[in-house]
């Protein structure tokens, strides 16, 4: 039929002719980690971290054989790897859509506490990589200690203050997978030790350190053996302990319960003094060792002494543990002994060792009887004042007595007075050796018995 054809028409085509056109679409494997997939997890040694990853089919054909390739992740820190990583392999993701499966990290036992980075690279159409992904592992801290220390029992010794002490030397490994700080030790005794642990303030990965635990005691705590426990704490988490026996050896000490005591007593005759306090302060009960010396007793005015001997009552002294007990001596006083105060000290022993000093002092009376110095003062003018008399009875006079009289600065005055009569002394007129007349002022008499020089003032007032 006819075809009326207008080219001045665009809208108007004439169909002329035709010829079959076919056009080949080549396969794109295009795959890729989906943008919201991470991987990052954080374990202990030992454990196995798993988490989901997708894949996106991003080509035009169907993904088969798809699988990946990881490499090592390296500690950030200290260098380690982890090499065990697991994923499936030959995976296949359908035209425009995506596949979800497992990645899991198994992390060493002996892994050290680190950052642990990797890469997982995702491969099909043979070995051909299209994306990778990062891996982040962070493997914990686990602190763990082993500490050990010789078995044998601790003994204490004397530290020379008045405490017993002694240390014992431990070992203290680092077993975690990381730097342990933070060590702190606690010691678990009985009640009155005194203890401190000291070990360096950490110790490295891998390593081991020594440190020392110090046990002391008042000497006074009781002798025995005591068991106990070192723990040792790093890091508020790890732990380890080893047990420790303390030897507290026997101590033991004695003191008087008071400085010293006074008594009062007569020449010739004994002195008692009664109620001593002696007081165990060691840590073992005394019942045999106790002796005591008690110094010769010095006269406060002579150079006359009374023996430092005596008798004990009871003969033996016993102080149990942590008490006290109550002894009395006697002293003999010899009969040509003079009024005045006599001190010396008795000395407390145990097995031969002293342990305190106690002062005594005896008080001797009727001196101011045996000698009478009158007048005194003597004012010369005075109606019986013509002359001093020095009256001397008991002991006194029965001794074999030398009489002088120096002035205050200790010059000879009267080198030797004369007996007037029986127990009676004169100086008369208040003369020197020279037959001058003394001076007023205070002038020093001497009485020597042989056994001791007892001195007494005068005061001659013109």
């Known amino acids: 039929p006819a075809v009326i054809y207008d080219p001045t028409i665009p809208e108007v085509a004439t169909l002329m002719d035709f010829f079959h056109l076919v056009i080949n679409v080549a396969a794109m494997i295009d795959v890729e980690f989906d943008e919201f997939t991470v991987w990052s997890d954080t374990g202990d040694p030992g454990d196995v971290l798993c ?21 090592d992740l390296s500690g950030q820190a200290y260098g380690g790897t982890i090499s065990s990583i697991s994923f499936p392999g030959g995976i296949t993701v359908p035209l425009g859509g995506s596949e979800t499966f497992e990645l899991c990290v198994t992390i060493p036992p002996d892994a050290r506490a680190d950052t642990y980075v990797g890469t997982v690279f995702l491969l099909a159409d043979g070995d051909t990589q299209f994306d990778e992904l990062t891996v982040t592992v962070v493997v914990n801290c686990i602190a763990d200690m082993d500490v050990s220390a010789d078995v044998a029992a601790l003994q204490l010794y004397d530290a020379g203050d008045g405490t017993a002490e002694n240390s014992r030397v431990f070992t203290l490994t680092n077993e975690g997978n990381c730097d342990l ?28 350190v020594e440190g020392l635990v110090t046990v002391s005691a008042d000497q006074s705590h009781a002798a025995g053996t005591y068991h106990g426990t070192v723990t040792l704490v790093a890091d508020g988490a790890a732990t380890d302990n080893f047990p420790i026996t303390v030897i507290m050896p026997e101590f033991a000490a004695v003191a008087f319960d008071a400085d010293g005591a006074e008594a009062d007593g007569v020449a010739g005759e004994s002195v008692t003094i009664d109620s001593i306090a002696l007081c165990n302060t060691g840590n073992v009960g005394i019942n045999s060792g106790i002796t005591f010396v008690l110094d010769d007793l010095i006269g406060d005015v002579t150079v006359s002494e009374i023996p ?25 006083v010899p009969e040509s002994r003079m009024g005045q105060t006599y001190t010396g000290t008795l000395h407390v022993l145990v097995d031969g060792e002293p342990m305190d000093e106690f002062e005594i002092s005896i008080t001797l009376r009727g001196d101011e009887e045996d000698i009478v110095i009158y007048p005194n003062p003597c004012e010369v003018g005075k109606k019986g004042h013509e002359s001093v008399n020095i009256h001397l009875s008991g002991a006194v006079v029965a001794a074999d007595v030398q009489i ?18 029986s127990g009676d002394w004169l100086w008369s007129p208040l003369e020197n050796d020279d037959g001058k007349a003394v001076a007023s002022g205070m002038y020093i008499v001497t009485i020597d018995t042989g056994d001791e020089v007892v001195t007494r003032k005068i005061m001659v007032i013109r």
Do not use: K, W
Not at 51 to 69: Q, Y
Not at 308 to 331: L, Q, S
């Open 181 to 208: 700080s933070g060590i702190n030790g606690l010691v678990t005794l009985d009640d009155g030790f005194t203890t401190t642990v000291t070990i360096e303030s950490a110790v490295d990965y891998g390593d081991e």
């Open 404 to 421: 002088m009289i120096y002035d205050m600065f200790g010059g000879l005055v009267v080198s030797e007075l004369e007996p007037a009569r």
């Open 51 to 71: 988490n989901d990853v997708t894949v996106n089919n991003i080509g035009n054909a169907e993904a088969s054989d798809v699988h990946f390739v990881a490499s």
């Open 308 to 332: 430092g001997e005596f008798a004990m009552d009871p003969p033996v002294v016993v102080v149990d543990y942590d008490e006290c007990t109550e002894f009395a001596i006697m002293i003999d």
